[in-house]
């Protein structure tokens, strides 16, 4: 599966982007999908998750209560909506698809996308 990832962009502090990972393939909905993000000089870590079936959800602590992940399985798309974005939240975001159930670590991901620049000014 390929997927490609869009909808970042210059936010101010506060305000909202809603991401987009779309993906190529029919076998789209029998993936679990990761997003991850990257901030510069540090590692890629985990933001959230959703399963196949979009039915259960996982988030890191920090995005608990401002992000939402969802996803259409129908339009091969999976999303990210993030609220109430801060500073600290500006970073490349990646999706990124797993087999069986979603996982954290970004080892676990078999499929990645290039990657959707958030920058967040004060």
């Known amino acids: 599966v390929q997927l490609q990832a869009s909808g970042g962009g210059l936010v101010q502090a506060g305000g909202s982007l809603r991401l987009s990972c779309t993906a190529s393939?029919?076998?789209?909905?029998?993936?679990?999908v990761g997003w991850f993000r990257q901030a510069p000089g540090k590692e890629r870590e985990f933001v959230a998750a959703?399963?196949?079936?979009?039915?259960?959800?996982y988030y890191v602590d920090s995005a608990k209560g401002r992000f939402t992940i969802s996803r259409d399985n129908a339009e091969n798309t999976v999303y990210l909506l993030m609220n109430s974005l801060k500073r600290e939240d500006t970073a490349v975001y990646y999706c990124?698809?797993?087999?069986?159930?979603?996982?954290?670590?970004?080892?676990?991901?078999?499929?990645w996308g290039q990657g959707t620049l958030v920058t967040v000014s004060s």
């Open positions: 393939g029919r076998a789209f909905p029998t993936y679990a």
């Open positions: 990124a698809a797993a087999t069986g159930w979603p996982k954290v670590a970004v080892r676990d991901y078999n499929y």
């Open positions: 959703i399963t196949r079936s979009g039915e259960n959800t």
